[in-house]
């Protein structure tokens, strides 16, 4: 028997689309005319962070990828397949690193308790946290080191995106590709832009310049 919860959902769907409708009786015709979004939302999985509802994007306007603490890993197919298709498919101008405060997957990169197979995930954001410990370590208050890391986590995804091969072809063709990175308030509901902004590989060290 379906739950009053999975009900609820149902019926919200029902009512938004008459919403939509009442507004416009084309929306969904034109919706499924196909999608050029400006924009690529890389973000974390947590629930409480919609993309679109926190810029105030329409369907049709931001392409979503979501993973656990906001990450761009080099071996990540789906990571990758999405990036691909959103710069030489879609052409997309701005890719949105958006991390947020209070996030459990940089949480618990800080620590040292085992959760189960997501180990092996949070060892990248480790990783990060052993490049920085002398900064980081020098943070006394723990909450604060915590915000620090959840922010220098956003950077590291912004230049690790910059690096690959995808983003930086499309910079060699003449392509306009902006990456940026920001961190979302849960208390506050505001982004922070972090002013890590690249939009060519020469802000990268020469070591991953790539050669075309």
Same mark, same amino acid.
Not at 71 to 92: T, W
Not at 149 to 171: G, H, M, P, R
């Given at each position: 028997?379906?739950?009053?919860?999975? %009900?609820?959902?149902?019926?919200?769907?029902?009512?938004?689309?008459?919403?939509?409708?009442?507004?416009?009786? $084309?929306?969904?015709?034109? &919706?499924?005319?196909?999608?050029?979004?400006?924009?690529?939302?890389?973000?974390?999985? $947590?629930?409480?962070?919609?993309?679109?509802?926190?810029?105030?994007?329409?369907?049709?306007?931001?392409?979503? @990828? %979501? +993973?656990?603490?906001?990450?761009?890993? @080099?071996?990540?197919?789906?990571? &990758?397949?999405?990036?691909?298709?959103?710069?030489?498919?879609?052409?997309?101008?701005? *890719?949105?690193?958006?991390? @947020?405060?209070?996030?459990?997957?940089?949480?618990?990169?800080?620590?040292?308790?085992?959760?189960? *197979?997501?180990?092996?995930? *949070?060892?990248?954001?480790?990783?990060?946290? %052993?490049?920085?410990?002398?900064?980081?370590?020098?943070?006394? $208050?723990?909450?604060? %080191?915590?915000?620090?890391?959840?922010?220098? +986590?956003?950077?590291?995804?912004?230049?690790?995106?910059?690096?690959?091969?995808?983003?930086?072809?499309?910079?060699?063709?003449?392509?306009?590709?902006?990456? @940026?990175?920001?961190?979302?308030?849960? +208390?506050?509901?505001?982004?922070?832009?972090?002013?890590? +902004? *690249?939009?060519?590989?020469?802000?990268?060290?020469?070591?991953?310049?790539?050669?075309?």
């Amino acid at each position: 028997m379906a739950s009053d919860f999975y %009900r609820k959902i149902l019926d919200n769907n029902k009512k938004w689309v008459e919403e939509k409708l009442a507004i416009d009786k $084309d929306f969904f015709k034109d &919706l499924a005319k196909g999608q050029t979004p400006p924009l690529l939302w890389i973000g974390c999985s $947590d629930s409480r962070v919609p993309a679109n509802e926190i810029i105030g994007a329409a369907p049709g306007e931001v392409f979503v @990828h %979501r +993973n656990i603490a906001n990450m761009v890993i @080099h071996s990540d197919m789906n990571m &990758l397949s999405v990036l691909d298709y959103a710069v030489n498919a879609l052409k997309i101008q701005h *890719i949105i690193v958006c991390g @947020h405060y209070g996030c459990g997957g940089v949480k618990a990169a800080m620590g040292n308790d085992s959760i189960g *197979i997501i180990d092996n995930w *949070i060892r990248h954001i480790k990783d990060i946290y %052993r490049f920085h410990h002398t900064y980081l370590d020098s943070i006394i $208050d723990e909450n604060e %080191r915590f915000n620090k890391f959840v922010e220098i +986590n956003v950077k590291e995804q912004v230049y690790d995106l910059a690096k690959t091969s995808i983003v930086q072809s499309a910079w060699k063709n003449g392509q306009e590709v902006s990456i @940026h990175g920001w961190v979302y308030g849960l +208390n506050s509901g505001y982004v922070t832009d972090l002013n890590v +902004n *690249i939009d060519s590989n020469e802000k990268l060290d020469e070591v991953y310049q790539l050669k075309f």
